[in-house]
Structure formats: structure tokens, C-alpha cells
């Protein structure tokens, strides 16, 4: 009564697939999967926050005001008897949205315009390139800081602001990969059965440019958190009273001569652990998904 | 040589000028209403047709904007770029009494990346793999993840608490009070040097590595000379010259960084101005500080190409 089994191995299913990266990436870089766990820990809490938070971010106790921390409070409180707390917690939620925001639109306007760039080559690549040339010359804040003035604040303006200093980056990247890619033998032969340019562009050459876009955006997370807080801190991030890293960090220079240790360290401390957290991962996935690339910079 | 220089000078020209039409249209033309900047969204719907023509009118944006453009081109050209909304002094005031406290922190921050950054870079390519390795390659990875100015209040705060220092918040020039003036820049020096340090440290190590695996490093030892002079002499100036290139590129990292560095210190530096400027949503001072930190983030590039250029005759010659 043995039942053998017959027929054809079922194939892995995506799910499968997903599961078995996810536990290659633990054993040949168990750092950066370590990593990958504080982000998605990062992550949880910033989706999670109404329940994770002890008290409402912008409800204001003025029983409790700048006090340091206690058991009630753990990391203090604010001029306002805010809790520092919680504040960090929602704070994470403005921080991850303008971070994936910005980096999924900029990458990806930036790869599109590298993809057409590549492709067509000619007149329109010279002049893309003399545009991407002139977004480069900006120091990536410095623009983001204009563009977020002149459109005003709101979390729009900074995620756009941001996303705009990340064009340059995708168009260059994916420029040089569609123009290695354009001299393959499978795109000729695409080309001599008679493609037309839409189907080349997305059928056959866009497929090929998934990893680099992949490594890009995720090593371009950490800038983004990076320059939102620093936005936030020089007041044309997302305006108070939502709270943000950076506008924490703003609102306890405004505290006082000498402002309270505990408004100084933690909304920080939150900023260096998620960009940490990002970056490791992203050298990670770049290792995984392209070993030649592993080691540089 | 001299046909390098002088083609790199005039796409930099180029590249300048489309810079400033850039910023030209950032600042006046994307959706935001100059007013609106200006007054804020509440104060914007408080003013009557009449008054917001006659503010335009004043401030010269009622012109066509090409005429405004070139109006803003010659101030340049003058070297007074316009004027304040809020203040007195014109732009060009400003630039001579506080540049030089910025200008002053940029270069001894990139001194103080060079001399932090390669010498952990040598040890850390030296002995790669070691604990003094895996130490350097942790503490680089570590500096890049923390925003400078958030140290820069830590430092102010420490200081503070322990021992009751802060540095003057006026500013001192170098000629007059160099050690007010030292006291003043240290701080956002040291701050924005260790970012720097962090990725020259990474650079460095991996450009030695490489260098150190070519024949010639090899010949060199074999022909006996000691391995110290080998590095000294042999490696280290090739593996260096990656590392100016990238300094060059990290001077976005500090003139960007110079803003909110300059606000957690309070710095009396251009940096600080531009917060100043973006809090009173001065937008005609903004414009001038985005083009003039553009524009002289595109002249360090072209300065730094041109050294590489002298240094390595291969790029010369291509």
C-alpha cells in the first residue's frame, strides 16, 4: 500500500519563491537581515501607531509639561506636556511615507526618463542629459528646500520636493544599463522581427532593468529619511502640529536656552536607527540581487 | 591641457547659467504665488486685488518674467544680487559678512575628513578583515546614517550641560579675534568633517585595495623596497586620486549640510541665513543663496576635475 507519486513536480509558487530570497538573504547576510527585521519593525510600528502609542501625539497635558522622562513617560514630555513617546512613534509614520513616497516617484520618473534616453539617444538624449546636468549642480537639500518653499508646505510639497532631487539619479543609472542593454543580440533580433518602440522599450528592455532599479531605490531610502528631517528641521517640512522627526528636533530648539536633553535624543535616535536600518538593508538586497556589486560604495 | 581647462570652464558657464534660469523658475514660476510665499496662505486671502497688483508692482514681479529674469542677471553681474524683503542690507553685504565664516568651515571640514578619513582608511585596507577593520567599517557605516546637525546639537547640548560652554553666537572675523572666530567654526566643522570622513574612509579603503592587487605595486616589493615606502609612495598617491574626486562631489554634502549644521550651532554663517531666509519666506534672498551654493558647488567640481586632469595624465589625453 505504497502510494508512489507520480506526474510532474508541481512548480515553486511565488509565495515560495519570495520565502526562500527572504531565507537566503538570513544566511548569506544574516547583518543585513538582522536589519531588514529592525526596518520591518520600523515599519510595523509606523502602520500600527494608534495602537502602539501610549497617548494621542498632539493632545497636549498641561499637568505634565517638559517633564523628563518617568514611568508615565518614557521619553518625557514637551513644552506642551505632549508625549515625546508617542510623538516619535507617529513621527515615523511622516518619515516612511515621504521616504517611499519620494523615492517610488523620483526613481521612477528618473528610470523612464534614462529608459527613453537610452533608447532614443540622439538630440533628445543630449538635451535630457544637459537637464539632468543642471538638477545635479543643486546640493540634493538645497533644492529640496527651494521647491518645497515656493510650492508651501504639506506632505505633498516635501515628497515631490524630494522626489525631484532623486530624478537624476534613476535617469543616469537606467541610462547606462538600456545603453549596454540596446547592443544585445535579443533586442536586434527583437528589432529585426519588427518591434516597434513601445514593445522594445517595456517588452524586452524594461524587464532587464528591475535589479538596478531595485538597488537604486532602496540605497536612496536612507537620503530621503535623511533630508526629510532635515527639512523638517529648518521648517519647510510637514508643518506643525503633526509631528515629525524634524520638526521635533526644531521645536526643542525653540524650547529654551538650553533645551531639554530628552527632545534632543530621541526624535535623533529614532532618525539614525531607520536610516541605519534602510541602509544596511539596502546593501543587502544590492549584494543579493548583483554580486559584482558587492563591496563598493 | 590648457584646451581641457578651457572646455570644462565653458560648460561651466553653460551649466551655471542654466543653474540660475533653473532656480529663476523654481522660485517665480512653479504654481506657488510669490504672495503667497511672501504673506503666507492666511495673510494672502486677507489682501484686496488692488493691494496684491500694487505689492507686484513694487516688487518688480508685475514685468514680464524675461525682463525680470535679465533684471536679476545683471544684479548678479553687479555682484549686489538685490535686496531683502526685510532688511537693508543687500544680498552682496550679506555674502562678504558671513561667507567667509561658511567658506571657512567647508575647508576645514574637508581638512578634517582628510585627516580622519585616510588614515582609517590605510589601516582599515591594510589589515582588512580585523577587528580594527570591522571597528573603522562600523563606525563609517554608523556616521553615515546619523544627520550631522542632530550631533551638532548633542555636541551643543553636552557642552552646555557639562561644562557650561557655548560658543560666542556673534561672529568674529579670522583677522580680527581668530580664536572667537576658531571658537565659532570649530563646531560645524568637526561635525560636517566626520560625515565626510565616513565616505572617504569607505572610498579610500576600497580604492587601496584595488591598487595594492596591480603589478607594479607588486614589482615594487619585489624589487625590494619595504613594504611602508611601497604604500607610501607607490599605492597610496593612485588610490588617492578616486578619493579627490569624491571630496569633490561631498562638497554638496557640505554646503547642503551647512544649513541646519549652522541652526543646530547657531552659526552666524550663510547657512544660517538661508534658514533665515526660508523662515521669513524671503524668496528673493532665497533665490540668490540656491543659485550662488549651486553655482559655486559647479566652480569646485571644475577646480576639482582640472586638478585630477594635472594629476593623471590619462585623463588628460582622452
Given amino acids: 500500500m505504497t502510494a508512489t507519486i507520480t506526474g510532474p ?21 544574516p547583518l543585513s537581515a538582522f536589519w531588514g527585521v529592525i526596518a520591518a519593525v520600523i515599519i510595523a510600528m509606523a502602520i500600527a501607531a494608534p495602537a502602539v502609542a501610549p497617548y494621542p501625539p498632539i493632545k497636549a497635558d498641561f499637568r505634565a509639561m517638559q517633564k523628563p522622562p518617568s514611568e508615565k513617560h518614557w521619553f518625557g514630555t514637551d513644552q506642551v506636556g505632549r508625549d515625546t513617546l508617542s510623538r516619535v512613534i507617529y513621527g515615523s509614520r511622516a518619515s516612511l511615507t515621504v521616504a517611499f513616497g519620494a523615492v517610488l516617484f523620483g526613481t521612477t520618473v528618473g528610470a523612464l526618463w534614462g529608459l527613453a534616453c537610452g533608447y532614443f539617444g540622439g538630440r533628445f538624449d543630449m538635451v535630457s542629459q544637459r537637464l539632468i546636468e543642471f538638477l545635479q549642480s543643486f546640493p540634493d537639500l538645497i533644492l529640496a528646500m527651494a521647491i518645497a518653499m515656493a510650492l508651501g508646505g504639506g506632505i505633498t510639497t516635501v515628497i515631490v520636493a524630494i522626489a525631484i532631487t532623486r530624478i537624476p539619479f534613476g535617469g543616469r543609472v537606467i541610462r547606462a544599463v538600456v545603453l549596454s542593454l540596446k547592443e544585445m543580440q535579443y533586442v536586434e533580433a527583437a528589432r529585426g522581427i519588427g518591434a516597434g518602440h513601445a514593445r522594445m522599450m517595456f517588452r524586452h528592455i524594461l524587464p532587464q532593468c528591475v535589479a538596478p532599479y531595485l538597488i537604486l531605490a532602496t540605497t536612496h531610502l536612507g537620503v530621503a529619511i535623511v533630508i526629510e528631517a532635515s527639512l523638517g528641521f529648518l521648517g519647510v517640512g510637514i508643518p506643525p502640529p503633526e ?30 536607527l531607520t536610516v541605519l536600518a534602510f541602509n544596511l538593508l539596502g546593501d543587502g538586497i544590492r549584494d543579493l540581487l548583483d554580486p559584482r556589486l558587492r563591496g563598493s560604495v | 591641457m590648457y584646451s581641457y581647462i578651457a572646455r570644462r570652464l565653458a560648460f561651466g558657464t553653460l551649466t551655471v547659467v542654466g543653474v540660475s534660469i533653473m532656480v529663476f523658475v523654481i522660485m517665480r514660476i512653479l504654481p506657488g504665488d510669490p504672495l503667497v510665499a511672501i504673506f503666507g496662505m492666511e495673510g494672502f486671502t486677507k489682501l484686496t486685488d488692488a493691494q496684491r497688483a500694487a505689492y507686484m508692482h513694487d516688487l518688480g514681479l508685475s514685468d514680464p518674467l524675461w525682463m525680470q529674469y535679465l533684471a536679476w542677471a545683471k544684479t548678479i553681474v553687479q555682484g549686489n544680487f538685490g535686496h531683502s524683503f526685510f532688511r537693508a542690507e543687500s544680498v552682496g553685504e550679506m555674502l562678504a559678512r558671513r561667507g567667509p565664516i561658511t567658506a571657512e568651515i567647508a575647508i576645514l571640514s574637508v581638512i578634517l575628513s582628510w585627516i580622519v578619513g585616510i588614515p582609517v582608511a590605510i589601516v582599515s585596507a591594510l589589515k582588512p578583515n580585523t577587528a580594527a577593520d570591522s571597528a573603522a567599517r562600523f563606525l563609517s557605516i ?3 546614517a546619523i544627520p550631522g546637525f542632530w550631533v551638532g546639537m548633542l555636541i551643543v547640548l553636552g557642552l552646555l550641560f557639562w561644562f557650561g560652554y557655548r560658543a560666542p553666537l556673534t561672529g568674529a572675523s579670522l583677522f580680527a579675534d581668530p580664536w572667537a572666530n576658531f571658537e565659532v567654526v570649530i563646531g560645524p566643522a568637526v561635525v560636517l568633517g566626520l560625515g565626510q570622513a565616513a565616505y572617504i574612509a569607505r572610498m579610500g579603503r576600497s580604492a587601496l585595495l584595488e591598487v595594492i592587487r596591480e603589478d607594479y605595486v607588486r614589482t615594487a616589493r619585489a624589487k625590494g623596497l619595504n613594504r611602508k615606502l611601497v604604500i607610501a609612495w607607490h599605492a597610496l598617491p593612485n588610490a588617492l586620486l578616486p578619493v579627490i574626486t569624491l571630496s569633490g562631489v561631498l562638497m554638496g554634502l557640505v554646503l547642503a549640510g551647512s544649513i541646519p549644521v549652522e541652526r543646530a550651532f547657531a552659526t552666524p554663517g550663510l547657512g544660517f541665513a538661508m534658514f533665515t531666509a526660508v523662515s521669513e519666506r524671503d524668496i528673493f534672498v532665497m533665490q540668490n543663496l540656491v543659485f550662488l551654493y549651486a553655482a559655486v558647488f559647479v566652480l569646485l567640481n571644475i577646480a576639482i576635475d582640472v586638478t585630477i586632469a594635472v594629476l593623471d595624465p590619462r585623463i588628460r589625453l582622452r
Fill in chain 1, 9 to 29: 513536480i508541481a512548480p515553486p509558487s511565488r509565495l515560495s519563491t519570495a520565502w526562500r530570497g527572504i531565507a537566503s538573504l538570513f544566511r548569506r547576510a
Fill in chain 2, 142 to 144: 554608523l556616521f553615515l
Fill in chain 1, 243 to 272: 509631528p515629525t522627526w524634524g520638526n521635533m528636533l526644531s521645536d526643542a530648539l525653540n524650547a529654551g536656552l538650553v533645551p531639554p536633553w530628552w527632545l534632543v535624543l530621541f526624535p535623533g535616535v529614532a532618525i539614525t
